[in-house]
Structure formats: structure tokens, C-alpha cells
């Protein structure tokens, strides 16, 4: 990455303005596209990026850029090494897949070369029976030979079942290991809830098929202040027992995911009246103290842990793009009337 310390320690203050603004770009830009690149790799890549560009301005000091530079470098060299270990797991799926299609193939050719051996045999003594005069040794021959084609053909058709039951057995693993990879592909991997893949694909599918639906948004307020006092280890606990408790608050028909960072995603069939419903619940029951370890061997702090709650209704013509802008807005709405209170 460009070191933009050179830049800031420039007298040419007019272009700290327009550099720092590309720099963010640049950050929010990164984070989506490496994140469309490899969603499954991404993790929290986007929405780190996104909060380090939130964090910076042309006002910061000098030492707050080069820490957002460090803290940006860190996120794209673990987003490289998970992207380079899941293209190493596909490739090995892959490549298991070949070796049993190559061993199938060649089980099934040193089978038939087997057989073809066997029939081959039978076909030269065959034309020796039909050379021979002797009524009685004709007969017994031929009934031999007759009993040992039958014989032949009879394993044929065991081997051919036994060979189809372990190439069944082998592609059933196969799709169970496929299957798995899938759904952990869909899996938030700090929180186990649906991860953002999986939130837009349902989001589409319900505008697909016109279904109505509302979207609710949580936003952990002062999560930053949580990182910044206790350390980052201490948010991921945070993050992990909050989502545990608005899964639990949920419905059993509605989708809660992880949309990236501190923000959650609650999808519901219904109108407004079964969102204010769901909104009540997580201010009852998801709201409160949570304990954290901030050090091994020492006590457990309870930190107290709210959230900022947008609602956005999908209504017919909406793109998803509209509905998350929508309720976006509102949960910001209820974060600056938190402030100001």
C-alpha cells in the first residue's frame, strides 16, 4: 500500500483535502471489491475498511493515517491468507473429485478387461467344440462352456452392482462435503448467524417472488468505544453473545444475519406491525449487560451493550439497494435522537 506519510508531512496543505479523500475511496472500494472477488474469504474486510475510512479526515494527526494504514495492511494480508487457504480447500475438493472419477474409470476397465479375458477364452473353445464330431463330448463340452459363460456373465453383473454401490457411496461423500462447503460458504464465521451473502440472496429471492417482507437493522451503539477500551478480542465477545440473544428474541421463520462489523440484519415476513413487535423484543430482551475477559485469570467485566434500530418496509418497485438505504436512515435517525437526549 502507498505510505501517505510523505504527503502529510508536506507544506503543500491544499492537497491534503483531495489526497485524503481518495484515500478513502480507495479504502471502501478495496474492502467491496476484494469482498466481491472472494465473498467467502471476506469476512469483515469490507465493513473494517469502511469504519477505518469513517475514522480518518483531512483533521487527523499524522500518527492516526499511519495507524489506519497499518490497522488497512493488517486486514488485506488476513484476507489474503483466508482467501489463499479457501482456494486451497476448493482445489483439493476438486482434485479428491477427479481421483475418484480416474479410480472409478479404471476399476470399471480392469473389470471389463477381466471379463473380456474370460469371454475371449470362451470364444476359442467354442470354435474348438465346433470342430469336434463326437456327439457325446460336443454335448458335455458345450453344456461346460455354457455353465461357464453363464457363470461369467452372472459376476459381469455383481461386479457392475458392487462398482455403481461404491461409486454411489463415494459421490454421496462427495455431496455431503459439497453440501457442507456450501452452507459454511452462507455462515457468519464469528457469530454462526447467516453472513452478508447469504442476507442478499434471501433479500432478492423475497423481492423476486414479490413477497412482503420488512428489514430491521441493529446497530451496537459505541462498539468503537468497546474495541478502542477493552481490545478487539473483547468486541468479537461481544459480537458473538449479542447475536446469540437477538437470534434467540427471533422468530423461528425469520433470517438474522451479520451485515458486516457491528451491524445486524433481521428479516421478517410481514408488515410494519410484526417489525415494532420484533423491535420490542430486542430492546427487552437483547438489550443489557454482557460480561467480557478482558485478561486471562482475572474477573469478568459486564459491559452495558444497546443498539440503534431502522426499520425499512419493502414495498413493490423497491430494490434492495432502497430498502437497506431506507432503514439505514432511520436506525441513524434513532442513533442522533439517543445522542441528544
Given at each position: ?8 508531512d508536506?507544506?503543500e496543505?491544499q ?29 469483515d ?19 492516526e493515517i ?21 482456494l ?19 476399476s ?49 453383473a ?29 455462515v ?21 417472488r414479490g413477497q ?14 468497546i474495541n478502542?477500551?477493552?481490545?478487539h ?10 447475536a ?13 444475519g451479520r ?22 423484543r ?54 442522533a ?5
Amino acid at each position: 500500500m502507498v505510505s501517505l506519510k510523505p504527503f502529510l508531512d508536506s507544506n503543500e496543505t491544499q492537497l491534503l483535502p483531495a489526497l485524503m479523500d481518495c484515500y478513502q475511496r480507495l479504502l471502501v472500494v478495496t474492502g467491496q471489491c476484494n469482498s466481491d472477488l472472494c465473498g467467502p474469504s471476506a469476512g469483515d474486510l469490507a465493513a473494517t475498511l469502511r469504519l477505518l475510512e469513517q475514522s480518518i479526515s483531512s483533521q487527523s494527526r499524522a500518527t492516526e493515517i499511519v495507524l489506519a494504514q497499518e490497522t488497512a495492511e493488517r486486514q488485506l494480508k488476513a484476507w489474503h491468507d483466508r482467501t489463499e487457504e479457501y482456494l486451497r480447500q476448493k482445489a483439493t475438493e476438486m482434485k479428491d473429485l477427479m481421483v475418484l472419477v480416474a479410480t472409478t474409470a479404471q476399476s470399471v476397465g480392469d473389470r471389463d478387461q477381466k471379463h473380456n479375458t474370460n469371454l475371449k477364452g470362451l470364444t476359442e473353445r467354442l470354435k474348438t467344440i465346433a470342430g469336434l464330431e463326437d456327439v457325446t463330448r460336443l454335448r458335455a463340452s458345450l453344456m461346460s462352456s455354457v455353465e461357464e459363460m453363464s457363470k461369467t456373465v452372472e459376476q459381469m453383473a455383481r461386479d457392475s452392482e458392487q462398482t455403481m454401490r461404491a461409486l454411489e457411496g463415494e459421490l454421496s461423500k462427495y455431496r455431503n462435503r459439497l453440501e457442507h462447503s456450501e452452507q459454511a460458504a452462507l455462515v457468519d464465521s464469528l457469530t454462526g448467524l447467516a453472513n452478508r451473502k447469504r442476507l442478499e440472496t434471501d433479500m432478492n429471492l423475497r423481492i423476486r417472488r414479490g413477497q412482503q417482507f420488512v428489514l430491521l437493522m441493529v446497530d451496537l451503539n459505541a462498539f468503537k468505544w468497546i474495541n478502542d477500551t477493552y481490545g478487539h478480542l473483547a468486541g468479537d465477545q461481544i459480537l458473538r453473545q449479542f447475536a446469540a440473544e437477538l437470534k434467540q428474541v427471533c422468530h423461528q421463520s425469520d433470517l438474522v444475519g451479520r451485515w458486516g462489523g457491528d451491524e445486524f440484519l433481521v428479516l421478517i415476513n410481514g408488515q410494519m406491525e410484526q417489525a415494532e413487535s420484533a423491535r420490542k423484543r430486542i430492546e427487552q430482551w437483547a438489550w443489557g449487560a454482557y460480561p467480557i475477559k478482558v485478561e486471562k485469570g482475572a474477573p469478568s467485566i459486564k459491559v452495558q451493550v444497546t443498539a440503534a434500530i431502522g426499520i425499512g418496509l419493502w414495498q413493490p418497485g423497491m430494490s434492495p439497494a432502497e430498502l437497506l438505504q431506507s432503514a439505514d436512515t432511520a436506525m441513524y435517525r434513532q442513533k442522533a435522537r439517543a445522542k441528544s437526549v
